[in-house]
């Protein structure tokens, strides 16, 4: 078999023609001996172009669903991909809804008119909302204390600014990096306006909290002086969440808590070391324990009217039981009392007993076990 046709081209059955006009060509097929042949037209159609456009190339400060617009003349199939190769078709539509995810997104447009001719645009869209954070509160320790808030940037690939607010209470540059020294203001909000590369921005606020310790915490001790051997609470009160170490742990049911019992033997002051994310104050209380002592009586006393030193009393302190007995020159008793309230007015039966030295015995049991006896002389002066 023998080709001969289109403009005497090759002897091939499928020839490749540049053409630039709608043309008629014509094909011819001939036997090996020259006695058959057909001859055939072939019509040659030049479609005209389409344009096709699959939109401008944006930057978007959002993910998630976006349509893109597609353009052509005359076309009858409008197609969109995500692979320059079409493997999957997103979908038919000139308005096309499709995902984009955080970065660039390709999308590809190819068109088809009625005969069969394609063409292909691309669109990229650049969605790059912004990523950061900010810590939603900061706690200062007292008023005034500076303190650093950082922006986080959530995306390795986010070139960041920033603009901090407001101005009296930012110490750095307002405008200078993603760390700003603030000034703790009860109450108050420190903002940040963060722009990424693609200007996409977004505004954060911390809340600025000062805990201020001092002026919120007291301690007490619910009874306080004590008597030797008697347990009371000492409590730290102000700050519901705080941990707080006593010391020393001498006398104490345990050294931790806000609320801890305490029954030292001896007069003894108590450290709260009260902390709380990351600030610490410390207070103390010294618990006064009346402690059970050799019981005291002078050796004198004037009991002519004048309530001055009339009266003559034992001076004891903490101490669970007294005996006090006078007794005169002949060993004879005058005065006797278990109560160191009650003393001795230099009476006996209702009288008066003259100036004289008397001597007197003196008993105390302290709640301990513990037992003071003394005796001594007194002497009675008018
Ligand atoms: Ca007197």
Redesign the pocket.
């Known amino acids: 078999m023998a080709y001969h046709g289109i403009n005497g081209a090759a002897n091939v059955p499928n020839p490749i023609l540049t053409v630039s006009t709608p043309q008629i060509y014509a094909v011819t097929i001939r036997d090996s001996t020259g006695r058959c042949q057909f001859s055939y037209p072939v019509r040659i159609n030049i479609s005209p172009a389409m344009d096709a456009d699959a939109g401008k190339d944006t930057t978007l400060c959002s993910v998630g669903t976006f349509t893109v617009q597609g353009s052509a003349i005359n076309a009858v199939r409008f197609q969109w991909s995500a692979q320059r190769n079409f493997s999957t078709i997103i979908g038919e539509n000139v308005r096309q809804a499709v995902n984009l995810t955080r970065g660039n997104n390709l999308f590809y447009l190819r068109t088809t008119d009625a005969l069969g001719c394609v063409e292909i645009d691309s669109v990229a869209i650049r969605a790059f909302p912004l990523l950061a954070s900010v810590p939603a509160s900061i706690t200062a320790c007292l008023p005034d204390d500076r303190k650093d808030i950082t922006v986080t940037n959530g995306d390795p690939g986010q070139t960041l600014s920033y603009r901090w607010s407001p101005s009296n209470l930012i110490i750095s540059d307002p405008n200078a990096g993603p760390t700003a020294i603030i000034r703790a203001q009860t109450g108050a909000t420190v903002s940040v306006v963060v722009t990424n590369q693609a200007g996409c921005s977004a505004t954060f606020n911390t809340r600025l909290e000062v805990l201020n310790l001092p002026s919120i915490l007291t301690i007490e001790a619910a009874k306080n002086p004590i008597k030797e051997g008697e347990t009371t609470t000492l409590t730290v009160r102000g700050c519901q969440d705080c941990t707080v170490a006593w010391s020393p742990s001498t006398g104490l049911g345990n050294t931790n808590g806000a609320a801890v019992s305490a029954s030292p033997d001896k007069t003894t002051t108590y450290v709260a070391t009260v902390s709380k994310a990351g600030c610490v104050d410390t207070l103390s209380i010294t618990l006064v324990v009346e402690e059970c002592v050799e019981p005291f009586v002078p050796n004198a006393f004037?009991?002519?009217g004048?309530n001055?030193?009339?009266i003559l009393y034992a001076r004891l302190k903490d101490y669970q039981e007294m005996r006090m007995i006078i007794y005169n020159r002949w060993g004879q008793e005058v005065f006797d009392t278990r109560d160191p309230q009650v003393g001795w007015d230099g009476t006996y039966r209702g009288r008066q007993l003259p100036p004289d030295v008397y001597g007197y015995y003196v008993y105390v049991l302290c709640p301990n076990g513990a037992e003071f006896k003394k005796s001594g002389s007194i002497s009675l002066i008018r």
């Open positions: 004037t009991p002519n004048d001055i030193n009339d």
